[in-house]
């Protein structure tokens, strides 16, 4: 299966209240849209492209080593024009998966379960229920439960607005189908734009089935547009690093005063680390470790039987075995 993968990152993001574009805002240091693309790269036979627009020569040329093709947004006209932008790129048997620049937590296995339910007879789409839809499209069911639309909120009834199932955004259909409905797409809307959820009317006019699946969480499709968003996602990501970290054996003494911001090469056994530590950068850790509170660690390697006190920096360092720091 050919996948060609667009992400959708030319919003401006007023709501940041800042003058750098919105993707460029970091969750655990490293740009929203970088956590949407190495997802993305863990799809076998992958062709990433972004969409760009809002401060987009800044966005690439922080971003531009990306292994992907960037394609300019000139006008904002919604999600269905920035789609459209890249549709000449894609074939008529391919599957196109559509992501966002400002949803970093996705999962990769969200997605592959999202692609398995695409086939030439069906579109596939992410949803999540949540008790508070407010910002959502709903997604519009049949008496039979069928999918039959997605109803963005401004364009909402009162009976619609009752619905708790929001759409993500986020969908896979085969590129055949996708060129069709995008050129029939209309911005005969309350925002006057382009809406890619349009698509989904015409799917189910076409006589396709449109398959779903849920996110595990809200916060997993949960988009940036704000500070408190963002602070918000940066620990639950936090939180899911130091969930990680305790079932490879590593005692915290608190999950939630743990920050990485990098990776781990190696991890060893019986590590014990105290509150407020900081990893940044690639780092090393060997077995029987002890790190004490308020300490920052980056690009370290840290051998076997390291004690390390309390307040201490470590930069770009080995520390040999045995040996004893602070």
Known sequence: MSIKTIILAAGQGTRMRSSRPKVLHEIADKAL????????LALPDNKVYIIYGHGGETVKQTLGHFEAA??????????GHAVQQAIHHVEDGDTVLVLYGDVPLLKIRTIQTLLKKVSATSLALLTVTLDDPTGYGRIVRDKDHAVIKIVEQKDANEAELQINEGNTGILACKGKQLKNWLSRLSNDNAQSEYYLTDIIEMAVDDGLSIETTQANSADEVLGVNNRNQLAHLERV?????????????????????IDVRGEFTDLGQDIDIDVNVIFEGV???????????????????????????????????????????G
Do not use: F
């Open 70 to 79: 960037w394609i300019e947004q000139r006008l904002q006209l919604g999600t």
């Open 283 to 325: 780092n090393s850790i060997g077995s029987n470790v002890k790190i004490g509170p308020n300490c920052l660690i980056k690009n370290a390697v840290i051998a076997d039987g390291v004690e390390i006190l309390a307040n201490c920096v470590i930069e770009d360092a080995k520390v040999g075995a045995d040996s004893r720091i």
């Open 237 to 257: 990501y936090q939180l899911e690093q130091a969930q990680m970290l305790m079932e490879k054996g590593i005692t915290l003494r608190d999950p939630n005063r």
């Open 33 to 40: 849209l970088q956590h949407v693309y190495e997802t993305s």
